[in-house]
């Protein structure tokens, strides 16, 4: 069981986070298709961003206890999450569905899907995540009825493949070793917003934030080197050089999604020197730290709008 007190109001205040969350991944695929510069605009990209921030915040909300052994796996929300990554994952095939026929998706053929769901390897990944996501909301459904016997790893599981599953038949599965690094990027970024945006969300008190923040912070470092590196090299291997950072669309995407890990690694160090510190010893109020990881989570979304550009981007 969790410490401190409910208050319904202060749930509902700290859920409403997720509507600037949207809008800030949402802008970063604004500012993506801005840095391009070429070509249409990816609303594929829209679909792809949402699919993978719920799936973050899935992959969050099962893996949170996991810092704090004090709290349990809030199963009714993380259903709800992922009934919307099934939508989104859905929307996903839609859209990349029209692309290949070479069609608006409001004009695809219902023939036409169905022959992309069963003949190409795009929508039969697409089935698979599909199943991944429609089985996590099924049991987090029946988790929220017998929580005493429901387990997180489960969830953990299904999730990891989920969000595996795309990264790893891309562009970079050509490479050796690509699928591995394609697979690695996306969990550790997973799990790197996914965590704080469930703590965002979950943690209510000065004492559940000074028994989780530390933990989170320690976890942090390692995910972010994992995610600076292994995009580095799928970025540098997808542009062929340095040179192209400036030259093509999709090296200006990445070179502004460099920018912004680099601006959470100062923020990041920054807070590691003093609020984590400061919370660990009961310092700060549970209202400071809410804030201040919801700044973290905000500029991460924009990161992860860009990510979904880069990821549908020639």
């Not at 807070?271 to 809410?290: G, I, N």
Request: glycine share 10%.
């Amino acid at each position: 069981m969790t410490t401190g007190r409910r208050v319904p109001g202060a749930v509902l205040r700290q859920w409403r986070v997720l509507v600037p969350v949207v809008v800030a991944a949402l802008l970063g695929v604004v500012l993506a298709w801005i840095l391009r510069s070429s070509g249409g605009f990816a609303w594929v990209a829209f679909a792809r961003v949402l699919a993978d921030g719920v799936g973050a915040a899935v992959i969050g909300l099962a893996a949170l206890p996991r810092l704090n052994d004090r709290l349990t796996v809030t199963w009714r929300p993380l259903a709800a999450l992922a009934g919307v990554w099934f939508a989104a994952e859905f929307t996903v095939l839609v859209c990349e569905a029209a692309e290949i026929v070479g069609v608006p998706v409001t004009q695809l053929d219902a023939g036409d899907f169905i022959t992309f769901l069963g003949r190409l390897s795009g929508g039969q990944i697409g089935i698979a995540i599909l199943f991944c996501t429609g089985a996590i909301a099924c049991y987090s459904a029946l988790a929220f009825r017998r929580p005493d016997t429901a387990s997180a790893d489960l969830v953990l599981v299904f999730a990891a493949v989920a969000l595996s599953l795309r990264p790893i038949t891309g562009h970079m599965s050509q490479q050796m070793f690509g699928s591995v690094l394609a697979a690695v990027h996306a969990l550790a970024a997973a799990l790197w917003l996914g965590l704080l945006l469930a703590m965002v969300l979950v943690l209510r008190t000065r004492g559940e934030w000074a028994a989780t923040l530390p933990h989170y912070s320690r976890l942090a470092a390692p995910l972010v080197v994992v995610v600076a590196v292994t995009g580095l090299i799928n970025g540098l291997v997808r542009l062929g050089g340095v040179t192209s950072l400036l030259t093509s669309g999709y090296g200006r995407i990445l070179l502004a999604k460099l920018i912004i890990l680099c601006a959470l690694v100062a923020l990041g160090w920054w807070w590691r020197r003093s609020w984590v510190r400061k919370a660990a010893d009961h310092r700060v109020t549970a209202e400071v730290s809410l804030r201040k990881a919801a700044t973290e989570v905000l500029v991460m979304a924009v990161a992860f709008g860009l990510a979904a550009t880069l990821a549908v981007t020639g």
